[in-house]
T-cell receptor, first 113, second 117 residues
Framework: DTGVSQNPRHKITKRGQNVTFRCDPI?????LYWYRQTLGQGPEFLTY????????KSRLLSDRFSAERPKGSFSTLEIQRTEQGDSAMYLC???????????FGSGTRLTVV | AQSVTQLDSHVSVSEGTPVLLRCNYS??????LFWYVQHPNKGLQLLLK??????LVKGINGFEAEFKKSETSFHLTKPSAHMSDAAEYFC???????????????FGTGTLLAVQP
């Protein structure tokens, strides 16, 4: 078990392009979360999966954002028609039901130019 | 709704002196509270957690925090700072489902700890 893995670590994209990030959680964890962290702020919740079901989405997750966890294992977060305001660190975390605290990945840093 | 307020955005201490990072929480029910640390270019690491057991919680690297319901506080302390403690610290409350399992985490804005030699 190597923890929560996120790829890529860094992504630079031009405004208007689509990007996709991947998260591989700890294998026995059934819950997966996406957060976004902008410079100087704490992470903000985006969305949450229990197994393959997406159970909650934040208001921050506009219709340009979509997340999937097709087989209840890895997850992808796609941003369509990126904007400069999407520049941030995107963090993935996983946990097991009934436990406290998460394991976070190292994040994907997105820069939109 | 649950929230946390970190009272200091920056704290600077000398190596070997005590550390105090302050956090107040707001919650409509008994909260689960956490402190996370984030070193530059690294992921968030859990320092300690309070989940309605002992009010004095001990964490990793000599950190501890005390849950004080009367003051709605969950301050983080360490008796003696080390250079390696320089990092950003986040106080966090969980939006806990009915029944006790955690759901989403709500982070404070962070406190940047600088440790001077």
């Amino acid at each position: 078990d190597t923890g929560v893995s996120q790829n890529p670590r860094h992504k630079i994209t031009k405004r208007g392009q689509n990007v996709t990030f991947r998260c591989d959680p700890i294998s026995e964890h059934n819950r997966l979360y996406w957060y976004r962290q902008t410079l100087g702020q704490g992470p903000e919740f985006l969305t949450y999966f229990q197994n393959e079901a997406q159970l909650e989405k934040s208001r921050l997750l506009s219709d340009r954002f979509s997340a999937e966890r097709p087989k209840g294992s890895f997850s992808t977060l796609e941003i369509q028609r990126t904007e400069q305001g999407d520049s941030a660190m995107y963090l993935c975390a996983s946990s097991s039901s009934g436990t406290y605290g998460y394991t976070f990945g190292s994040g994907t840093r997105l820069t939109v130019v | 709704a649950q929230s946390v307020t970190q009272l200091d955005s920056h704290v600077s201490v000398s190596e070997g002196t005590p550390v105090l990072l302050r956090c107040n929480y707001s919650s409509s029910y008994s909260p689960s509270l956490f402190w996370y640390v984030q070193h530059p270019n690294k992921g968030l690491q859990l320092l300690l957690k309070y989940t309605s057991a002992a009010t004095l919680v001990k964490g990793i690297n000599g950190f501890e925090a005390e849950f004080k319901k009367s003051e709605t506080s969950f301050h983080l302390t360490k008796p003696s700072a080390h250079m390696s403690d320089a990092a950003e610290y986040f106080c966090v409350v969980s939006d806990r489902e009915y029944g006790g399992a955690t759901n989403k985490l709500i982070f404070g804005t962070g406190t940047l700890l600088a440790v001077q030699p």
